[in-house]
């Protein structure tokens, strides 16, 4: 069963509510029972006072027979409140169960408890000492108070409160429930805006004007993700659109050099050039296809694994050397500059790759003659590689691009006026360095332009 926001909410209405009327009930219930205890004992405390007053003026038997008149008559006929007076001498002695009540506690204030047989509730006692006077003894006067209604109020207060409680929660429940509705509509337009998305519009968004300040974030985040998934979306589509023109080349190719040869009769010679042409194409498409698949794993989260620390000058110089014969060819010189102490982890194999990647683009884009240079920094606990080549100056725009796959600045700026790669080059050198952990960067100034990737320094 799906949980549903609507339900919890109500859910945790009525918990909130369940638990403000129990403790407001508890409170309220305390509050009355002290009040009625209070009320219980003032009501001793005056009958006691109002008798002590006459006791302490009475010192002989016959003033006392007017006592015990006073007293019978404050006596109520449902024994509800209930006089003793305990003495020595029995003349002066008032009420029944006169042994019950001299074993009754009570505290220093003459409070107390007395369970009467016969008797279902204990009364509530307050007894006073009165000094001997005349004939009369020392004797101590007990009042006692039943108070029936005491319990019957509380009982009957106590069941308002829990009549009164239900009553309020199960309205709670139903508030909580239209207020969770009405304050879930923003969510239910989120909802609808959402199954409206459709792929043919991708530039569509959700709508944020409406939305309330707990939705903005929301909504303002899923609109980021549709705006990546666009721009996602058209980069696969140019990316597509890119592989096929890579590929449409050697295959028109292919197919015409073979239509050619098949037109008539031709010589060992001339299919063996048509054959080794064919191979040439066939081996650019295969270069293609490689370097597809290597950024395919390298986006997938693939790193480097075969570590090794090593002088980054080294891996340099073996790569220089790889390009010897290009450099002579195009009659280039390459410096290396920098920290040439510097020691990096890598994989050597893919350093090489990216580096390769970066002479044969410096290479493409230098006029002859020219001299090349590697740099070699250290940076924040990375060694940066960079090659530089003068020539012409790169625009901003371009620079932001460089390693997007595919991608090349206008033809102008190939001196050659041929171009030997297929676009990915540079997107290989960012993969490498992403690999590794490290980025790549790219910047055109004062006639030159580097372009360089980061490795882990060791």
């Not at 006791?55 to 007293?71: M, N, Y």
């Not at 239209?178 to 968004?205: D, H, N, T, Y």
Request: include cysteine; charge should be neutral.
């Amino acid at each position: 069963m799906k949980r549903s926001i609507e339900r919890r909410l109500v859910v945790m209405f009525a918990i909130a509510a369940l638990a403000t009327f129990a403790l407001a009930s508890a409170a309220l219930y305390a509050v009355l029972q002290s009040e009625l205890a209070r009320h219980q004992h003032e009501e001793l405390d005056t009958n006691l006072q109002n008798l002590r007053y006459s006791i302490e003026r009475t010192g002989d038997v016959e003033r006392w027979h007017r006592v015990v008149l006073k007293l019978d008559t404050l006596t109520p006929a449902d024994g509800r409140v209930r006089f003793w007076v305990l003495s020595d001498d029995p003349r002066f002695q008032y009420g029944k169960g006169l042994g019950e009540v001299e074993a009754m506690d009570h505290d220093a204030d003459g409070r107390g408890t007395l369970k009467l047989s016969g008797q279902a509730q204990p009364l509530r006692t307050l007894s006073v000492a009165i000094d001997a006077f005349g004939e009369r003894p020392r004797v101590r006067l007990v009042v006692g108070s039943d108070w029936p209604g005491y319990g019957h109020t509380l009982r009957v207060f106590l069941g308002a409160l829990l009549g009164v409680s239900l009553i309020g929660v199960l309205l709670v429940i139903l508030a909580g429930h239209w207020i969770a509705r009405v304050g879930l509509k923003p969510l239910e337009q989120l909802s609808r805006e959402a199954q409206a998305l459709r792929p043919r519009r991708l530039s569509q968004r959700l709508k944020l004007d409406d939305m309330p300040d707990e939705l903005s974030g929301l909504t303002a985040a899923f609109n980021g993700a549709l705006g990546r998934l666009e721009d996602a979306y058209r980069q696969l589509e140019a990316f597509n659109a890119d592989v096929a023109h890579e590929l449409r080349t050697p295959l028109a190719n292919l197919i015409g050099g073979t239509q050619v040869a098949l037109s008539r009769q031709r010589s060992a010679p001339a299919l063996e050039e048509t054959l080794q042409s064919n191979l040439e194409e066939l081996e650019r498409m295969r270069s293609i296809v490689n370097d597809m698949l290597f950024l395919a794993r390298a986006d997938q989260g693939e790193a480097a694994t075969s570590l090794v620390r090593t002088l980054v000058e080294t891996e340099v110089r073996r790569t220089i050397e790889f390009f010897e014969f290009v450099l002579d060819e195009a009659g280039n010189t390459v410096a290396i500059e920098g920290e040439l102490t510097a020691e990096a982890t890598i994989e050597t194999s893919l350093f090489r790759r990216a580096l390769s990647n970066l002479l044969q683009n410096a290479i493409e884009h230098s006029a002859p003659g020219a001299r090349l240079t590697v740099r070699i920094e250290r940076e924040a606990g990375w060694v940066w590689v960079k090659v530089c080549n003068p020539g012409l100056p790169v625009a901003e725009e371009h620079l932001r691009r460089l390693f997007d796959r595919f991608y090349r600045v206008d033809v102008s700026r190939h001196d050659r006026g041929q171009h030997h790669g297929h676009g990915l080059g540079l997107a290989i050198v960012k993969a490498v360095a992403r690999m590794h952990g490290g980025s790549v960067a790219a910047d055109s100034a004062g006639g030159v332009t580097c372009i360089g990737f980061s490795v882990p320094a060791s």
